[in-house]
Every structure is written in C-alpha cells, then in structure tokens.
C-alpha cells in the first residue's frame, strides 16, 4: 500500500528565512504528488501539484517543490517566509487512475518567528 | 462563489443523535469524496463517488452513510453519534485530466464535535 511520510512533525523558521519541508512517499509507480496548506480553523488549500514533465513544480504563495524520483521525495522550499505562511503543510499522493484517492502524511506544523 | 460548500462549518450534538453534512460543488466535477481529519491532523478518505456511484467505501463504520442525489452533491448522514466521531469533516470533487491529472479542491471543513 502507498504510504507518505513527513518526518517533522512541527518547524519553526525565522520571518525571511528560507523554508524547505520534507515528504518522502512510497510507491512502485510515480503518482501524482501534492502539496497543502490548512491555515488554523481553516480547509485544505492547494499549493502545487506534480503530474509529470518538469520535476521543479512552482506554486502559489511562493512556493516551490521538487520530485526527486531517485529518492521518493517531492519537498517543498520558500526561499523567504512570512509570518502568515504558519500553517499546517500536508504531503499528498494520488494514482494516476480516474476517481483516485489522495493518501496523506501526517502534517507539518510550521511556526514562524518574528 | 464557492468552488466546493458543505454546511453546516460547525455542528455540535449529543451522543446518539442523527445528523447529516451536506457537500455541493460548482466545478463540474464528475468524482467526489468525504475524508475525515482527526484530533491528531491525520487525513483519511472515507468515501468516494463517480458519478453518483460509490467507487471507494474504506473502512468506516456503517453508521456513516453518504448520498449522492446528483454528481454535484454528496451527503454525509451519521447514525448514532458517538464521542469518537468528533472530528473535522472535508468535502472534496476531482475530475480527471489526462494531460493535467487528478487535481482534487476540498470544501472548507466541517466541525462536528459529539458530547
């Protein structure tokens, strides 16, 4: 079965340091690879997606990601983060069948010092 | 507008009560899903159907029925609410790209707490 593993359970950066957040999957074939953020009280909001072609993915807010299919990784890095990027960030793998399902890792908590 | 709405945002109810999460999307989307997030952030599907059709049913207790009256809404009805089934609830829709894949949007969350 797919798995997708985000080692850190909480980061904490300095405002205007740069951000990578770690997620590495598990999976015979290359799925599709997504990335989340869930502000608190709040839903799930898409940051970037990997289908296929170009592994450096850019997103919104800033955000980049990088497949790195050697290493089942897919992280994702902001060269300078805001205080309002504290949130929750969530990894996440979908099949390329239609009607999939996404499996997720278990959430990284980013906190953002002044 | 709201690509994808469920309501209510918030529910509070009693142990043993029947209630029931309502999700439409505007996207045109033929797949949807009910996922669940626990008190720990974890994600999990629940349910997922194509056009009107359950095609993913995981392993989740038969209290939790959903319904599909049409491809843009899937309900979600529990039966006899327990403590544990406090937890945040995600409507989300998909439909399938094959140049661009499989982008799913989720609904703002639905807050069902049990006491």
């Known amino acids: 079965a797919q798995s997708v593993t985000q080692p850190d359970i909480h980061i904490t950066v300095s405002e205007g340091a740069s951000l990578e957040l770690r997620c590495n999957y598990s999976y015979g074939a290359t799925p599709y690879l997504f990335w989340y953020v869930q502000s608190p009280g709040q839903g799930l909001q898409l940051l970037l997606k990997?289908?296929?072609?170009?592994?450096l993915v850019q997103g919104i807010k800033g955000f980049e990601a990088e497949f790195k299919r050697s290493q089942s990784s897919f992280n994702l890095r902001k060269p300078s983060v805001h205080w309002s990027d504290a949130a929750e960030y969530f990894c996440a793998v979908g099949l390329h069948n239609a009607g999939n399902m996404l499996t997720f890792g278990g959430g990284t908590r980013l906190m953002v010092k002044p | 507008d709201t690509a994808v709405s469920q309501t209510p945002k918030y529910l509070v109810t009693q142990m043993g009560n029947d209630k029931s999460i309502k999700c439409e999307q505007n996207l045109g989307h033929d797949t949807m899903y009910w996922y669940k997030q626990d008190s720990k952030k974890f994600l999990k599907i629940m349910f997922s159907?194509?056009?009107?059709?359950?095609?993913i049913n995981e392993t989740v207790p038969n209290r939790f029925s959903p319904k599909s009256p049409d491809k843009a809404h899937l309900n979600l009805h529990i039966n006899s609410l327990e403590l544990g089934d406090s937890a945040v609830y995600f409507c989300?829709?998909?439909?399938?790209?094959?140049?661009?894949?499989?982008?799913?949007?989720f609904g703002e969350g639905s807050w069902l707490t049990v006491v």
């Open positions: 159907y194509n056009n009107k059709e359950l095609i």
């Open positions: 989300a829709s998909s439909q399938v790209d094959r140049r661009k894949g499989n982008t799913i949007y």
């Open positions: 990997y289908f296929s072609g170009d592994t």
